[in-house]
Each structure stands twice: as C-alpha cells, then as structure tokens.
C-alpha cells in the first residue's frame, strides 16, 4: 500500500513539474515591445520562437486601463459608428524571427445618439495618463495563450 501512495505521489508530482515547464515555455514565443509617441502606440510583437505562431483577432484590440483598484475593459471600435467597412483580419501569422506591428491611436471610442440622418455618432475620448495593458491571444500547434503587457501613459 505504502509503495502504491508513493508511486501516486511520484506521478502527481511529476505533471505539475511538467505543466509547469510547459508553460514558461509558451510565454517566450513573443517580446512584446511597446513605443509611445504623443497620437499613437505601437506594440511590436517579435517571435522569438523557431516556430510560426498566429495572433487571434489583432485589429481587435483588448486594452484595460487601471482605475479604482480594479482594470476597466477600454471601448476601442474597429470601425466608425453604422458605416460599411471591411471585417477585419481574424489571424495575423508571424513567422520565426519576424514581428507583427498594432497600433492604437490612443482613443477610446463607441457609439452615441443617432443624428438626424439615423446614423449614430462616433464619441472618441483620448487616452488619460494611468496606468493600461495590452492583452493578445497568441495560437502555435493548436493552442492558445494570452500574452499581456503592462504599460504607462504620463
């Protein structure tokens, strides 16, 4: 009986030690550089993995600002307010040793009252100082990972 717990424990033991492993593994398929100017922000993500990956949904971009204790899921929309446009690419792929450019122009937007033409406003504020992060899904052999990066606005 005593042999039958050690073996179990030695089993148990070994699968958190591997899913541990694997998982630091995942987290270095991308850098992730961030350049600030004063209209705009550029996420740079570099593979630095000998494998091609893909970024799920990029123009979509996942921002949260954090306020009061807790991060708040920033409104960024893709496109204006009712206007026609073009879906946006579903999967950026990057190659080993390639990177993926995103860009936010550092606006927060959504959709206001309806005009008299019935087409609702697009209502942008800019981006206040704080504190914010970038998340993205990264998928490599079909598994995902969510990378995230922190960043600051002065």
Not at 39 to 59: W, Y
Not at 60 to 78: A, G, P, R, T
Not at 87 to 100: F, M, R
Not at 111 to 120: A, D, F, L, P, S
Request: aromatic letters at 8%; glycine letters at 6%; one cysteine or more.
């Amino acid at each position: 009986m005593k042999e039958y717990i050690l073996a179990l424990l030695i089993i148990i033991g070994g699968c958190k030690s591997t899913q541990k492993t694997s998982k630091s593994i995942e987290n270095k398929q991308a850098e992730i550089e961030i350049a600030i100017s004063d209209v705009e922000i550029a996420f740079n993500i570099k593979n630095i993995s000998e494998e091609e990956f893909s970024i799920l949904n990029p123009r979509k971009l996942s921002m949260q600002k954090f306020e009061d204790s807790n991060w708040q899921n920033l409104k960024i929309l893709i496109c204006p307010c009712d206007a026609p446009c073009n879906a946006p690419e579903e999967i950026g792929v990057v190659k080993p040793g390639s990177a993926y450019m995103i860009v936010w122009n550092k606006k927060e937007s959504w959709c206001g009252k309806r005009t008299e033409h019935g087409v609702r406003e697009t209502v942008e504020t800019i981006a206040s100082s704080g504190k914010y992060r970038f998340t993205i899904m990264l998928e490599k052999n079909g598994k995902s990972v969510e990378i995230v990066k922190e960043f600051e606005i002065k």
